[in-house]
């Protein structure tokens, strides 16, 4: 059974930084594209980044313009571990954020089969 389970989200100042973890069960990974995505209340999910197997075992990654310059995403398929590091926190960056995992993965959330619970980041002003 496939698990995504996700941690390091919490309460920060704007300004501060959070570093996502997202571990991933129940199957090999190493050419799946998998991301982050978040949801702020009353707003759709939106995707934040993603790194996306390509040949030669060379991974892209690509994020979503407002988070560039700011996040960076990071695998580790020896830890089954995806990461997500968050600096120059804004409040607009409050959401809850999900990592997800699919072969075929891309910017759209519904590319995307497999999904963790969320852990929720809040970014105070």
């Known amino acids: 059974q496939v698990q995504l389970v996700e941690s390091g989200g919490g309460l920060v100042q704007a300004g501060g930084s959070l570093r996502l973890s997202c571990v991933a069960s129940?199957?090999?990974?190493?050419?799946?594209?998998m991301g982050w995505f978040r949801q702020a209340p009353g707003k759709e999910r939106e995707f934040v980044a993603a790194t996306t197997w390509s040949r030669g075992s060379i991974y892209y990654a690509y994020y979503t313009n407002s988070v560039k310059g700011r996040f960076s995403v990071s695998r580790d398929n020896a830890k089954s571990t995806l990461s997500l590091q968050m600096n120059s926190l804004k409040p607009e960056d409050t959401a809850v954020y999900s990592c997800?995992?699919?072969?075929?993965?891309?910017?759209?959330?519904?590319?995307?089969?497999?999904w963790g619970q969320g852990t929720q980041v809040t970014v105070s002003s």
């Open positions: 129940g199957r090999t990974f190493t050419r799946y594209t």
């Open positions: 997800a995992a699919d072969p075929r993965g891309t910017y759209d959330s519904d590319d995307y089969n497999y």
